[in-house]
């Protein structure tokens, strides 16, 4: 996992802290490292260090016909998945709006400033186009990265919620768009859901963070979740960098979407929350354990008699991190 070693501010708001349950997902990808926990709402086990070692790779597949029509209905056997070239074993299939814990990574840099009704607006349509069942969360970024307290919860699923924690921040400063990304996956390992995504509302400016775009990737590669963007680009501000977010998109799995002219933020919001819930959820585990620092390559082939020729979006690939033994030290000041 990677932390930002001079993080400039606790990730607090409304001076409160709360508790987190240690819930932590099953359906991770991969193995994760050991977790550090300091700072953040989601950390307040400040000196508290766990591993855990799960290893079923979970992937979202969205298949679609040339048309960009999606694919329902699918079974299990329509789906072959191969992890560098070898056919692997399914052993979960799930199909249709499973609940998702959703981190709304919002830009509220100098730049975002003319937009940002923008953003408030495209966050609620999101939120009103979900499962009940899902849980979100806003990180805020400009200097600073905030994870913003809902009322004292790490996540909520109600839009009056994530408007106010939005309009709680006013567009300033520079932008950490990395370590806001690095955060928000830090934050979904306390999610409720085994279904994980970013969605980063932005126009892909960087200028001020202290991790890099390959900090960011690996970290991402080593979690389950998919990365969206809703890309605000095309003004004068010449921090706009529009390829960063398809790219970051792209590794991950999810999409970068860039609202053209008679097109809202908050209709493209709406075709996010419906992408979501349209994808299946494929399981297996590994048949190769060795190497577990390397780069896995995903291929997941669908063949469906009478639907044509079929498109399939998932992640390219994950890094397990090395397997280590669990661990824990009882906050004693001790890191």
Known sequence: M?????????????????????????????????????HSPARVYAQVKFALSVNLVQLPVNVTDARGTSITGLKPDNFRVFEDGQLQKVTVFDEGNTPVTVGLVVDHSRSMRPKLRDVVAAVYTFAHSSNPQDEMFVVDFNDDVTIELMHGKAFSSDPKDLEEALNAVTARGRTVLYDAVSEGLNHLQYAHTTKKALIIISDGGDNASHLKYSQVLAQARQSQALIYAIALVGSEEAEENPALLRRLCKDTGGIAYFPGEGES???????????LREQYTLGYVPLNVQGAVAFRKIEVKVTAPGHGRLHVRTRQGYSPAAEKQPTAQAASGTK
């Open 265 to 275: 933020a908050a209709s493209v919001s709406a075709r996010i929350a419906r992408d």
């Open 2 to 38: 990677f932390l930002s070693p001079t993080l400039r501010k606790p990730y607090l708001r409304n001076g409160s802290l709360f508790l987190v349950p240690f819930f932590l997902f099953f359906g991770i990808l991969g193995f994760f490292p050991s977790l550090t926990l300091r």
